[in-house]
T-cell receptor, first 112, second 113 residues
């Protein structure tokens, strides 16, 4: 069945460092791909999305490119801030079903 | 506008009791989803409604779990004979249609003692 695998955390970075959180997926058909973020004490928020191969999703300085050839959707940010500390979830939306399938989440901690 | 609202935010009950969790979706959203998130894990799908009907209930773990959406808006997730393993955060999400992004509520943290 469809699945999502994320790099394990926690990831600890200094402010202004470059961030990459790896995400790969397995799916039949042509899924849409998402990154959701969960800040401490808050609910899940949609960060960015991409609906087809080679699409780049971007928001708040974060980017991710839908790579069909490597079945990946890695999250990147050029310069992280302390306020980016959160749990990040990669997810796919199967073209055949209504549900989202999530990775296990990656905790990011940014230190001043 | 108002987001997805879930009540209660926290629920503590004893093993064997019955619980109901409520979800009020974003106004006009026809699709509604329930997920369960255990500590340190990503959310896992439980059930999906399109309007009043359950379009996919393949994620419900067993027959103790049931969900309804009688008027195509508010949904209630019902758990009978609760077990300690049911302890988790139960998340609700809604979207304007099946292919649109899902917007999540803050969840109900359920603790079974």
């Amino acid at each position: 069945g469809d699945s999502v695998t994320q790099m394990e955390g926690p990831v600890t970075l200094s402010e202004e460092a470059f961030l990459t959180i790896n995400c790969t997926y397995t799916a039949t058909g042509y899924p849409s791909l998402f990154w959701y973020v969960q800040y401490p004490g808050e609910g899940l928020q949609l960060l960015l999305k991409a609906t087809k191969a080679d699409d780049k999703g971007s928001n708040k300085g974060f980017e991710a490119t839908y790579r069909k050839e490597t079945t990946s959707f890695h999250l990147e940010k050029g310069s992280v801030q302390v306020s980016d500390s959160a749990v990040y979830f990669c997810a796919l939306h199967s073209s055949n079903t209504g549900k989202l399938i999530f990775g296990q989440g990656t905790t990011l901690q940014v230190k001043p | 506008g108002a987001g997805v609202s879930q009540t209660p935010s926290n629920k503590v009950t004893e093993k064997g009791k019955y619980v109901e969790l409520r979800c009020d979706p974003i106004s006009g959203h026809t699709a509604l989803y329930w997920y369960r998130q255990s500590l340190g894990q990503g959310p896992e799908f439980l059930i999906y409604f399109q309007g009043t009907g359950a379009a996919d209930d393949s994620g419900l773990p067993n027959d103790r779990f049931f969900a309804v959406r009688p008027e195509g808006s508010v949904s209630t997730l019902k758990i009978q004979r609760t077990e300690r393993g049911d302890s988790a955060v139960y998340l609700c999400a809604s979207s304007s249609s099946e292919n649109q992004p899902q917007h999540f509520g803050d969840g109900t943290r359920l603790s079974i003692l």
